[in-house]
């Protein structure tokens, strides 16, 4: 199957005024890529993972006044919906591209991810490089490089998962604009590949918080 790279037009998407200009934009230039990066990457994460992996191009279909200043294709063990379960992304904002896996508010074993993820965290960090990132805000570009997180911090964001209702942890890199756009199809679809590969022990993670 060829995939079809991004470009700076996909980005600058982002620039467009209007939530149905912007919109307009989305459906013709970025959605296309993202269904593609979707039925490419399901049979990949369905191996991964051991669960049948279906994906989800974000519609922004609740939006009525605000254009979504990011949009991503998720993948779930589940046909109808993600947000609920551990998933993976791969979006663009209009400065980088994201690959995540990804815990989010609506997800509600968070907690009993949290316990397990405290057991393990030394280990499960070490797996992980140093250029990785970590986020608690899905919306949010702000990330925290897993080099730059001590044990102590990276504890804090474990209890927020924990203890704070609308608590977020997401995981994997982004990529520059500049970067995404110079990268081959088969250069871009192995950067994705090795992060999904790489950040695959936090979603086994999460059957032992619902056992």
Same mark, same amino acid.
């Given at each position: 199957m060829e995939l079809h790279t991004l470009t700076h037009t996909d980005f600058n998407v982002f620039n467009v005024h209007g939530l149905d200009a912007r919109m307009e934009q989305l459906i013709t230039h970025v959605r296309p890529k993202l269904?593609?990066?979707?039925?490419?990457?399901?049979?990949?994460?369905?191996?991964?993972?051991?669960?049948?992996?279906?994906?989800?191009?974000?519609?922004?279909?609740?939006?009525?006044?605000? &254009?979504?200043?990011?949009?991503?294709?998720?993948?779930?063990?589940?046909?109808?919906?993600?947000?609920?379960? &551990?998933?993976?992304?791969?979006?663009?904002?209009?400065?980088?591209?994201?690959?995540?896996?990804?815990?989010?508010?609506?997800?509600?074993i968070k907690q009993a991810y949290a316990v397990e993820l405290e057991k393990v965290h030394k280990e499960l960090r070490e797996e992980i490089p140093p250029d990785f990132v970590w986020s608690v805000d899905h919306t949010k570009k702000d990330v925290?490089?897993?080099s730059e997180l001590d044990d102590e911090a990276f504890l804090k964001l474990v209890e927020r998962l924990k203890t704070v209702k609308k608590a977020e942890l997401?995981?994997?890199?982004?990529?520059?604009?500049?970067?995404?756009?110079?990268?081959?199809?088969?250069?871009?679809?192995?950067?994705?590949?090795?992060?999904?590969k790489t950040v695959i022990p936090l979603y086994h993670l999460a059957a032992h918080a619902v056992c």
């Open positions: 269904e593609q990066l979707g039925h490419y990457f399901s049979p990949t994460l369905s191996t991964l993972t051991g669960n049948e992996m279906f994906f989800h191009v974000a519609k922004h279909a609740r939006r009525t006044v605000n &254009p979504p200043k990011d949009t991503w294709v998720a993948f779930s063990s589940n046909k109808r919906g993600y947000k609920q379960l &551990p998933h993976f992304q791969i979006g663009l904002w209009e400065s980088h591209v994201f690959v995540w896996f990804a815990l989010i508010y609506e997800c509600p925290l490089k897993n997401l995981c994997g890199i982004q990529i520059p604009r500049e970067e995404a756009v110079s990268l081959s199809e088969n250069a871009f679809i192995e950067k994705i590949e090795t992060t999904f």
